[in-house]
């Protein structure tokens, strides 16, 4: 099993609203990412948890909040975004804190109105 | 001078020809190279993984690396309609924990 599942697969939010991304995997990496990307972009990393703490944030505005509640599921929780944070939002997982082969959720599309 | 470049495209290529995609980079200090697809409004799907120099043959794909010319490349051969997508080239270090993306290449394979 190499699935990524994230929940939901698409989203449409108000600048005022409070929402939250799932990602899950039971795959037994240790190392668990949220990516962002624009249309016709590459990813873009956001955050990363390495054994369930967060080792990387890639100065991401803190409208933007990860959760690792345990080493399988990752949270992106969301309040008071921007238009301009509507994309594409990908969670990822890697074996561990080298993240060389990395496997991608399908995503969760985000309008922001 | 970015980290790594990859043309954009897009790329049209009628069915059952061979495509070539590539990137180059600057960083010395990579050593894992992978290529990813991604189909339109999906995820990146992981589609070869190389570590440090020389060839990957994986059916139809091909995956090579020369890093003394910093330069990887994705072979297809008998593209397929299915082929269609966006092909992202990543690499990283042996401590990072960041791939660094090209932009990706579009291709469209016609029937």
């Known amino acids: 099993d190499t699935e990524v599942t994230q929940t939901p697969k698409h989203l449409v939010m108000g600048m005022t609203n409070k929402k939250s991304l799932k990602c899950e995997q039971h795959?037994?990496?240790?190392?668990m990412y949220w990516y962002k990307q624009k249309a016709k972009k590459p990813p873009e990393l956001m955050f990363v948890y390495s054994y369930e703490k967060l080792s990387i944030n890639e100065s991401v505005p803190s409208r933007f909040s990860p959760e690792c509640p345990n080493s399988s599921l990752l949270n992106l929780h969301l309040h008071a975004l921007q238009p301009e944070d509507s994309a594409l939002y990908l969670c990822?997982?890697?074996?561990?804190?080298?993240?060389?082969?990395?496997?991608f959720g399908s995503g969760t599309q985000l309008s922001v109105l | 001078q970015k980290e790594v470049e990859q043309d954009p495209g897009p790329l049209s290529v009628p069915e059952g020809a061979i495509v070539s995609l590539n990137c180059t980079y600057s960083?010395?200090?990579?050593?894992?190279f992978m290529w990813y697809r991604q189909y339109s409004r999906k995820g990146p799907e992981l589609l070869m993984y190389?570590?440090?120099?020389g060839n990957k043959e994986d059916g139809r794909f091909t995956a090579q690396v020369d890093k003394s010319s910093k330069y990887i490349s994705l072979f297809i051969r008998d593209s397929q309609p299915s082929d269609s997508a966006t092909y992202l080239c990543a690499m990283t270090d042996q401590a990072g924990t960041a791939l660094i993306f090209g932009k990706g290449t579009t291709l469209s394979v016609s029937s």
């Open positions: 190389t570590y440090s120099s």
């Open positions: 990822a997982s890697s074996q561990g804190r080298d993240g060389e082969k990395l496997f």
């Open positions: 960083n010395s200090a990579f050593q894992y």
């Open positions: 795959m037994g990496h240790r190392a």
